[in-house]
């Protein structure tokens, strides 16, 4: 069973340059999410959706984030403009539909941004 | 927000047996505790799930009292590449919450 594929693995820019990030998940799985990780932290949840449906955004900064799951499947994650403290790791996970809680979570090998 | 509380870091040896305890007092009735391991460079990888009592599978037990308020991860015998991070998460209906995890450091 392929993983979840994330591209690009690193990328670096100016502060105030856009980028974007893109995911694709574990066939079949129905739950996807997007995590950002800070060096020395734990991963802080993004956004997350089900099928192409936002579940939770609470976290996200949504004046220069934006992530969208067209057709269920693929995802992309866009910040624009992005700042010197957005560079982290941004890892995306997804997850089969299973009864509340009750879920593993795949992760991706990640994309780490470095805003200069 | 499920909170979990869980030591910074731990240090072991070889061959020996590791237990991270979580707490997590907010714990609601239809969460559940999940263990993840994460090596630098990697994201996190699934370890273990339970609700109540003891989980076990090939790769470590997860231990759950009654109350539900605190869980511990037991890793039997561990080698040099179990060095990693370790999370507690609490899964369920609220955001997920991974914390600053637990940077086991494992001594030959």
């Known amino acids: 069973e392929a993983g979840v594929a994330q591209s690009p693995r690193y990328k670096i820019i100016e502060k105030r340059q856009s980028v974007a990030f893109w995911c694709n998940p574990i066939s079949g799985h129905a739950t996807l999410y997007w995590y950002q990780q800070i060096l020395g932290q734990g991963p802080k949840l993004l956004i997350q959706?089900?099928?192409?449906?936002?579940?939770?955004d609470s976290q996200l900064p949504k004046d220069r984030f934006s992530a969208e799951r067209l057709k269920g499947v693929d995802s992309t994650l866009k910040i624009q403009p992005a700042k010197l403290e957005d560079s982290a790791v941004y890892l995306c996970a997804s997850s089969p539909l299973r009864d509340l809680g009750d879920y593993e979570q795949y992760f991706g090998p990640g994309t780490r941004l470095t805003v200069t | 927000l499920a909170k979990t509380t869980q030591p910074i870091s731990m240090d072991s040896y070889e061959g020996q047996e590791v237990n991270i305890t979580c707490s997590h007092n907010?714990?609601?009735?239809?969460?559940?505790i999940t263990w993840y391991q994460q090596f630098p460079s990697q994201g996190p990888r699934f370890i273990i799930q339970g609700y109540k009592t003891k989980v076990t599978n090939e790769v470590a037990s997860l231990f759950i009292p009654a109350d539900r308020k605190s869980s511990t991860l037991s890793l039997p015998r561990v080698s040099l590449s179990d060095t990693a991070v370790y999370y507690c998460l609490v899964t369920g209906r609220r955001a997920l919450t991974f914390g600053s995890g637990t940077r086991l450091q494992v001594q030959p």
């Open positions: 907010n714990i609601a009735t239809n969460d559940y």
């Open positions: 959706f089900q099928n192409n449906g936002v579940v939770d």
